[in-house]
């Protein structure tokens, strides 16, 4: 197959090109590298079955271009406010990808009788009052808040799909991920980067709120084939978790950690959990059980070993 990956440079965007192309098929990565970075994927470069192309998800694809499946993975996902490449410090770069992008995508995938896969969020569930999320779960979401940026763009992002396989009879899918860790991920403060980097080093783990919140952590090699499985299996229309369900709270992952590095550092409570910031995330994947045949393989402590392994070949002096 030929295949588009807008946002092929980013964390998992990068992967997902990885995994396609030793499927044997040809990768077209679509990067305006503003959050993405060449770095992620120099070592494709040499291959006969990737090209990049250098090009905003808004921009009109070259009519003679066929391909015959689109993951539209392009967007700022970091929610740290003081990285400057996070969706808080670029909330129209944000909200056009996921809304327009996606639209401009919608369309040429549909043009083209394609496939189409909209790489969703956690997020779309806010701070949720159910628990675990299932994907019927409608949210308890803020339309104004700081992260609303994303979230509720993440929110139309996935009306747009479900209007043009409506409408159109687009073969659309809409995945919804929670949090993936692993090589390559940004280092844009979020909390299994920040606590690696701290174990390393000896520094303390910085802790929003009580560290009593709680996240699920998947490894990104599961999570890429989740994703793949959901272009392949899905049912069109339909939107799927894709997540690890084994649930922890901040301070548990930071002593995991702890362990794991044979670290002296401990927690330090630096400021109140951000605005909006979600108290429990954690995925119902009973949908993507049945319906894709998927699971997340790889335990927490063996992903993180993976992680801090290459964190240490990466550490600036």
Not at 106 to 133: N, V
Not at 201 to 209: H, S
Request: proline letters at 6%; glycine letters at 8%.
């Amino acid at each position: 197959m030929k295949i588009i990956v807008t946002g092929g440079a980013g964390f998992l965007g990068s992967h997902l090109c990885d995994k396609l192309i030793e499927q044997g098929n040809q990768v077209i990565c679509i990067d305006n590298l503003l959050t993405g970075n060449a770095d992620n994927i120099a070592h494709l470069q040499n291959s006969p079955d990737f090209e990049f192309v250098e090009a905003d998800a808004l921009d009109s694809f070259p009519g003679e271009l066929d391909f015959d499946a689109l993951y539209h993975l392009a967007s700022p996902a970091s929610p740290n406010k003081n990285n400057p490449r996070s969706y808080q410090a670029l909330p129209f770069e944000t909200m056009q990808v996921n809304t327009f992008g996606t639209w401009n995508l919608c369309q040429e995938a549909l043009s083209r009788g394609a496939k189409f896969l909209f790489a969703s969020t956690s997020e779309i569930y806010g701070d949720p009052l159910k628990h675990p999320q299932k994907e019927d779960y409608l949210g308890n979401v803020s339309t104004t808040g700081p992260r609303s940026v994303y979230d509720e763009s993440k929110r139309f992002g996935e009306t747009i799909t479900s209007a043009f396989v409506r409408y159109h009879k687009l073969n659309g899918i809409s995945v919804r991920i929670f949090n993936t860790y692993g090589p390559r991920m940004a280092q844009d403060g979020r909390a299994v980067i920040e606590f690696v980097n701290a174990a390393l080093t000896n520094n303390p783990f910085p802790v929003f709120g009580s560290g009593k919140q709680t996240r699920s952590f998947c490894y990104v090699s599961d999570l890429i084939d989740g994703i793949v499985a959901a272009l392949e299996k899905g049912k069109s229309g339909e939107v799927y978790n894709l997540g690890n369900p084994d649930e922890l709270t901040i301070l548990e992952l930071a002593e995991k950690i702890k362990q794991l590095t044979n670290s002296q550092s401990e927690a330090e409570f630096v400021s109140q959990l951000p605005e909006d910031d979600p108290i429990k995330r954690c995925p119902d994947i009973t949908k993507a059980r049945q319906e894709l045949g998927w699971e997340p393989k790889v335990s927490l402590e063996e992903g993180l070993k993976k992680l801090i392994e290459y964190l240490k070949t990466v550490q600036t002096p």
